[in-house]
């Protein structure tokens, strides 16, 4: 290595530890985030705890008898008619399937907590998409001026239909808040068997006159705490997110790697669904017509925090205001999974899992997700799915790999003639080199590009992977080797001390399959050293060209093991597939080819001709050659 090199490698180092040092944010700057962080999470706190004040006081009969005159004057001042629904007992009524379990609670009538049962957390514990008082799902409205809110009164189970074997038939839970014999707020929830998505129902029966902020868009508030579920909050953190479709437009989403804590948009116009979504799974609302408008807002939470954000939507219903109203919906309760969101289609809700855009999205969409769903078909072992899918790609991009390596070969045969237009012409004479060089290209058939076009064509592929596997739920708690879970990172040694600069860059863990794939990485490189004219003529890109693969390991060593494992074997297959073209293909016939071809004359190409055509028609000449 020469001192240039070593010079090149010292100065890229400092510039990415000036770089961590200088951009990354200092102690004040996360002392400041930390500080907003907690605060936005106490005056979260603060509201839940005072609306559970309000609506658990009298929380039982018993209690009841027990509030004062005063009191009691105070709540029917605020409440009237809905005052008697501010006291009560909570109950949870359990309508489940056999893949989901939704308890729904008295106090509100709402969803108190869904989990998913065939799925577990990294802890082995059930999959709880959201849980407890702190989850919001009511209606808001006036009454004689006073404000009321669904959320905090107590509903009365109606008539039910409960399976005592939930998968015979559908399941059906009502929640009704009888004002009067004629007035009366029912939830209707209905569940069918094999399926994550609840049918829900709004009943309004005499409630045509209650107050609402526009004659026509009836208020419902929807918010949840979304839980950790994976072994590394950081990257589930950054594949969760709040999702919305606003009506007959493509899907948009908050920015998932944003850094602040708050991000809100308030949509004036129609919607098609809400959805909370994490890493592997998300609750949507989905209305039979759409959504008025929505006021959207998602809360990052602190680091220390169970939970990852904090979602909520107020949401605008159409309100006819008829004497017998009913507003339709469903809620998906379920996984991010690809197959079975495409069932969906008219919904668009299978973009709720995170592959790319434009010729990426394709790639994965039509390509790789195909492939993968008919390997799983007769593989069980998820290592040997990848391997196959592995082989099924390089043996596809096996012509533009071939066609590389000729490339290749044929700048190493025309190596010494390179060298020799080096030393006839020195620096300072750049130009003329340059021209010397394209004429002997020229003569010899052969394009620089090559090489390269074919990779270039590849990357797709690579980008395309790279956002397959770590949304990839059948990736996930899939073991392989010593990869435990295939959708994270296969850590082999571990520390818990923060290391400065390294901690924040590359992580606390070494992961092996990343190791293998920069190693791997690097031999390839190594096997096709000297076969490009950027090697030739730029010497130190030489340097830089094994440089990237050690940024790569440190950018992949937090992702997710399934993804370095492929790329680590895609490497291995290349080195032996340019193994066998070293077999197959002879440079020294090549290099005949080559100077056979220089002594013919250029042939002229057809838009040449065309243009010759084209001159003699107007009369030109052209100059006899001497």
Known sequence: ??????????????????????????????????????????????????QLKQQQQ??????????????????????????FAAAGEKKLIT??????????????????????????????????????????????????????????????PGDSLISKNAVSYKNTVSMKLAISENRSIEYIYSLEPGSYMVDFSIRLTGMKDIGTRSPDILDMTWAIYSPQQEQ??????????????????????????????????????????????????????????????????????????????????????????????????????????????????????????????????????????????????????????????????????LPLTYRSYLSQAKMRVLKPQMDELNKKYPKGKEMEKQQAVMALYKKAGVSPMGGCLPMVLQFPILFAMFRFFPTSIELRQESFLWATDLSTYDAIVSWSAQIPILSNIYGNHISLFTLLMTISTIISMKMGEGATATNQ???????????????????????SSGLTYYYFLANLITIGQNFLFKQFIDEKEILKKIEARKVKPAKKSNFQKRLEEMAKQKGYKPPKKK
Do not use: C
């Open 537 to 559: 003529q730029m010497p130190g890109m030489k340097t830089m060209m094994y440089i990237m693969p050690v940024m790569f390991m440190f950018v992949l060593n937090n992702w």
């Open 232 to 397: 590394v909050k950081k990257n589930e953190n950054q594949y969760s997110s709040l999702y919305y479709k606003p009506l007959q437009e493509k899907v948009e989403y908050f920015r998932m790697r944003s850094k602040k804590d708050l991000q809100e948009v308030d949509f004036p116009t129609k919607l098609e669904w809400i959805a909370f979504k994490d890493q592997f799974f998300s609750s949507v609302l989905i209305p039979d017509e759409s959504f008025d408008n929505a006021l959207l807002k998602m809360v990052n939470l602190p680091e220390e925090n169970k939970f990852l954000k904090h979602y909520s939507a107020e949401i605008g219903l159409p309100f006819e205001r008829k004497e017998n109203e009913s507003i339709d919906m469903r809620i998906y309760y379920g996984p991010n999974k690809f197959k079975l969101l495409k069932k969906y289609k008219e919904l668009e809700l299978q973009n709720l899992v995170t592959l790319g855009n434009n010729v990426i999205r394709w790639i994965n969409q039509f390509v790789i997700i195909p492939i993968f769903d008919w390997l799983s078909k007769f593989i069980g072992n998820y290592g040997l799915i990848i391997l196959l899918l592995t082989i099924i790609i390089k043996i596809g991009l």
């Open 1 to 50: 290595m020469d001192k240039n090199s070593i010079i090149g490698i010292l100065l890229i180092a400092a510039i990415l530890i000036v770089w961590s040092v200088v951009f990354g944010p200092d102690k004040k700057e996360m002392a400041e985030r930390k500080r907003v962080q907690d605060s936005l999470a106490l005056v979260l706190q603060q509201e839940k705890e005072q």
């Open 95 to 156: 309508l489940e399937n056999d893949l989901i379990r939704l308890s729904i609670s008295t106090l509100g009538g709402r969803p108190y907590s869904v989990e998913l049962k065939n799925y577990k957390t990294h802890k082995r514990t059930p999959v709880i998409l959201f849980s407890g008082d702190s989850t919001e799902f009511g209606l808001h409205f006036y009454h004689q001026h006073n404000p009321i809110s669904t959320n905090n009164l107590f509903f009365t």
């Open 58 to 83: 009298p929380i039982t009969d018993s209690s009841v008898a027990e509030t004062t005159d005063t009191t009691k004057k105070v709540i029917t001042e605020q409440l009237g008619e809905f005052a």
